[in-house]
T-cell receptor
């Protein structure tokens, strides 16, 4: 089955630790995205990548980092510089980066900082 | 600046009643508009999308949406709501290769 997987589903982190969230897709999509979701705020774009080995900052990139070494993988690292990392993180992919390309979402990872 | 607004944070309807969720957009050019649905703790599922052509768009699960340029709106409708439709609904617009999301509308369904 084609789709997007995110792991883990739940993640707990102590303050001051970096943590990496996994996102994998087997849809052969060129573009991938990371969003953060907080209650009442909709989805906010953290980073996106339209091609391997290239990525751009979204609206709230501070405290996050990404890599895109493979077409199917787009891991997100939440660093200790992110002041309020507790949130629900969603990964998405689309065929390309055009406005008309539909984004498909993974099931999400809930990160809690203890 | 491009923006998408969902004026209603929470709506409650009775099962079997009709539903309309509002979405307003602000775009300079032709907008590319989407409606997604999210069940608690899950990812987003695409309901429907509008790019051009017929302004009434049909989607999955019996949903439809109408694009009205004069009102800058893209409201989602369903003639008869089922209890399983209870979820959060997001309107989104495409611009510059990115999606801009509204704040979401949480739908509750009364038996």
């Amino acid at each position: 089955d084609g789709g997007i997987t995110q792991s883990p589903k739940y993640l707990f982190r102590k303050e001051g630790q970096n943590v990496t969230l996994s996102c994998e897709q087997n849809l052969n999509h060129d573009a991938m995205y990371w969003y953060r979701q907080d209650p009442g705020q909709g989805l906010r774009l953290i980073y996106y990548s339209q091609i391997v080995n290239d990525f751009q900052k979204g609206d709230i990139a501070e405290g996050y980092s990404v890599s895109r070494e493979k077409k199917e993988s787009f891991p997100l690292t939440v660093t200790s510089a992110q002041k309020n990392p507790t949130a629900f993180y969603l990964c998405a992919s689309s065929r390309g980066g055009e406005n008309t390309d539909t984004q498909y979402f993974g099931p999400g990872t809930r990160l809690t900082v203890l | 600046a491009q923006s998408v607004t969902q004026p209603d944070i929470h709506i409650t309807v009775s099962e079997g009643a009709s539903l309309e969720l509002r979405c307003n957009y602000s775009y300079g050019a032709t907008p590319y508009l989407f409606w997604y649905v999210q069940s608690p703790g899950q990812g987003l599922q695409l309901l429907l999308k509008y790019f051009s052509g017929d302004t009434l768009v049909q989607g999955i699960k019996g949903f439809e949406a109408e694009f009205k340029r004069s009102q800058s709106s893209f409201n989602l409708r369903k003639p008869s709501v089922h209890w399983s439709d209870a979820a959060e609904y997001f309107c989104a617009g495409g611009g510059g290769g990115k999606l801009i999301f509204g704040q979401g509308t949480e739908l509750s369904v009364k038996p």
